[in-house]
């Protein structure tokens, strides 16, 4: 399967400890996605990566959360010290970057349980 | 409001029927995209229109848009079982903004 992947699939968690999710983009596309999804909702934006480059946050992307990209291929995405409104599915994208017209692929996503 | 807000629907209909969905947003777009999630494949995208287009076609589906209103529509010919899900509109070119989503629930 070529597709992005996300890992783990589901996270349960205690308030107040910290989690980390991982991304595998598609290998060739070099722009990468973090959103939140919550029940009923749309996918918000969380942050965007060109290759290694972090380009663009959001005003959701609290000082406890953190997410990087090392090499420009993997991302992960740590919370610290997690709320329970922080419970949400975390959904991963990746596009080719190439042109401004960017459809985006995303993973299956990894839905957080804070308790 | 958030931008690329759809008018949010619950439509059940049979199978073999049309389905038509709306989007409504306030500023000004390069594109639109519309995307489809279930719980079988996660979000989709399905097809993307630029500003400069007013109509495009993927299979089944049509979507229109009218930047002089502000909206776009998707539509979905002959529904089958497997349309059921959430479909969401989004504009932006990196930073997706999505409405809330029109829950479509096809009845064999």
């Known amino acids: 399967d070529t597709g992005v992947s996300q890992n783990p699939r589901h996270k349960i968690t205690k308030r107040g400890q910290n989690v980390t999710f991982r991304c595998d983009p598609i290998?060739?596309?070099?722009?990468l996605y973090w959103y939140r999804q919550t029940l009923g909702q749309g996918p918000e934006f969380l942050t965007y990566?060109?290759?290694?480059?972090?380009?663009?946050k959001s005003r959701l992307l609290s000082d406890r959360f953190s997410a990087e990209r090392p090499k420009g291929s993997f991302s992960t995405l740590e919370i610290q010290r997690t709320e329970q409104g922080d419970s949400a599915m975390y959904l991963c994208?990746?596009?080719?970057?190439?042109?401004?017209?960017?459809?985006?692929?995303f993973g299956p996503g990894t839905r957080l349980t804070v308790l | 409001s958030q931008q690329g807000e759809e008018d949010p629907q619950a439509l059940s209909i049979q199978e073999g029927e049309n389905a038509t969905m709306n989007c409504s947003y306030k500023t000004s777009i390069n594109n639109l995209q519309w995307y489809r999630q279930n719980s079988g494949r996660g979000l989709v995208h399905l097809i993307l229109i630029r500003s400069n287009e007013r109509e495009k076609h993927s299979g089944r589906l049509r979507v229109t848009l009218d930047t002089s209103k502000k909206s776009s529509s998707l539509l979905i010919t002959a529904s089958r079982a497997a349309d059921t899900a959430s479909y969401f509109c989004a504009r932006g070119n990196n930073r997706l903004a999505f409405g809330k989503g029109n829950q479509v629930v096809v009845i064999p």
């Open positions: 290998s060739e596309h070099n722009r």
């Open positions: 994208a990746s596009s080719p970057g190439a042109g401004h017209y960017n459809e985006q692929f």
């Open positions: 990566f060109q290759n290694e480059a972090q380009l663009e």
